[in-house]
C-alpha cells in the first residue's frame, strides 16, 4: 500500500485584513511625518514693513493737518529751500 502525503494546512493562513491594517497604519504614519509649513515671502513681509511705516506717516500727516487747519503750522523757509536743493542736487 503506498501512503499518500498530506501537506498540512499553510501555517501563516492569508489575511487580507491585516495586509489592509499594515497599510492604514503606514499612511497613518507618513501623514504625521509630514507637517504643514507657511512660507511668508520676502515681498508679503516687506508690505507687512511697509504697513507699519504708513500708520506712522498717517498720524504725522493728520497732525500737520491739524495744525494747519489750527493756523499754528510755521515751516522753517531755511530748512524747506535746504531739502529743496538737496533733493534737486541728488536728482
Not at 498717517?58 to 529743496?84: C, F, H, M, S, W
Amino acid at each position: 500500500m503506498r501512503a499518500l502525503k498530506i501537506n498540512p494546512i499553510q501555517q501563516n493562513p492569508i489575511n487580507p485584513y491585516k495586509r489592509q491594517e499594515a497599510k492604514v497604519e503606514q499612511t497613518e504614519l507618513q501623514k504625521q511625518k509630514t507637517a504643514d509649513k507657511v512660507e511668508i515671502s520676502s515681498e508679503a513681509k516687506e508690505m507687512q514693513s511697509l504697513n507699519k511705516l504708513q500708520e506712522g506717516r498717517q498720524e504725522r500727516i493728520d497732525q500737520l493737518k491739524a495744525a494747519v487747519e489750527n493756523g499754528t503750522y510755521k515751516p522753517d523757509a531755511t530748512q524747506t529751500a535746504d531739502n529743496l536743493l538737496k533733493f534737486y542736487r541728488q536728482s
